[in-house]
């Protein structure tokens, strides 16, 4: 009998001793995987504040993209030469209602084109136009395939006005 109790008592020392390293190791496993969650949810939580900002990117530009739509451009080139880009209205100054409406143009010819004078006319829903033939743009020696950008600071501008550009050289 005293070998039944020898032996039953080794049996619940390995027992007891199993059951110790399987609680040491959930312990462990739940430790890990403790630290690998918070990881994941610092993660998460970085990924969520870049969507938030990229959702903002993309609001903005569906509000300027619906905003040029509903305005137009129009171009006056008395020429074939010049290349006119990247047109875009932009408002500095909520409070002085202050704009700027800048582009570029290229030289697509095959000569250098020494003087270039840009104008901008803002055209009223009325038919009239806003144009004051002193108020330009000049570039000077524009090559063949340059590049330069022009830029109007305007003041009081109406959504309603249609903006047209004229390119004299």
Same mark, same amino acid.
């Given at each position: 009998?005293?070998?039944?109790?020898? @032996?039953?008592?080794?049996?619940?020392?390995?027992?007891?001793?199993?059951?110790?390293?399987?609680?040491?190791?959930?312990?462990? %496993? @739940?430790?890990?995987?403790?630290?690998?969650?918070?990881? /994941?949810?610092? =993660?998460?939580?970085?990924?969520?504040?870049?969507?938030?900002?990229?959702?903002?990117?993309?609001?903005?530009?569906?509000?300027? #993209?619906?905003?040029? /739509?509903?305005?137009?451009?129009? #171009? #006056? !080139?008395?020429?074939? +030469?010049?290349?006119?880009?990247?047109?875009?209205?932009?408002?500095?100054?909520?409070?002085?209602?202050?704009?700027? !409406?800048?582009?570029?143009? =290229?030289?697509?010819?095959?000569?250098?084109?020494?003087?270039?004078? %840009?104008?901008?006319?803002?055209?009223?829903?009325?038919?009239? +136009?806003?144009?004051?033939?002193?108020?330009?743009?000049?570039?000077?020696?524009? *090559?063949?395939?340059?590049?330069?950008?022009?830029?109007?600071?305007? #003041?009081? *501008?109406?959504?309603?006005?249609? %903006?047209?550009?004229?390119?004299?050289?």
């Amino acid at each position: 009998m005293s070998e039944k109790k020898t @032996v039953g008592r080794n049996v619940a020392i390995i027992l007891g001793i199993i059951v110790i390293i399987l609680f040491a190791g959930l312990a462990g %496993v @739940v430790i890990n995987y403790t630290s690998i969650i918070s990881e /994941k949810d610092n =993660t998460i939580a970085s990924l969520n504040s870049q969507i938030a900002s990229l959702q903002e990117t993309i609001n903005m530009f569906n509000t300027s #993209y619906t905003w040029l /739509k509903q305005h137009s451009f129009t #171009y #006056y !080139i008395v020429n074939d +030469a010049i290349n006119i880009s990247n047109i875009g209205i932009f408002q500095e100054s909520w409070f002085w209602n202050e704009w700027t !409406i800048n582009g570029t143009v =290229t030289n697509i010819s095959n000569k250098p084109i020494q003087t270039l004078y %840009v104008y901008l006319i803002l055209r009223n829903p009325d038919g009239t +136009a806003d144009f004051d033939p002193y108020e330009y743009e000049r570039i000077e020696d524009l *090559y063949i395939g340059e590049t330069a950008t022009f830029e109007f600071s305007i #003041y009081d *501008y109406d959504e309603t006005k249609t %903006v047209e550009i004229l390119l004299v050289y």
